[in-house]
């Protein structure tokens, strides 16, 4: 199995909590060395597990802000 890995380089923004402690967040990620991606995702209380979430490129990301302010 390839080897796989990930580090928190900016967090942004706590969404929520639930009643386990994981956080939903927004942040900036970079997986496996790859320049760091805008990360929506659900994370562990110390952060060294994480469910499903969506990355988002910073063009990605842009089109979702510039909808948001329209």
Known sequence: MAE???EIEEK???LSENDKGWTKELN???FNGAPAKYD???WSPDHTKMGKG???SNEE???LVDAFKN
């Open 54 to 56: 969506i990355t988002l």
């Open 12 to 14: 942004l923004l706590v």
């Open 61 to 63: 990301f842009q089109v």
């Open 28 to 30: 900036r990620v970079s």
């Open 40 to 42: 929506i995702r659900t």
């Open 4 to 6: 796989f890995s990930f």
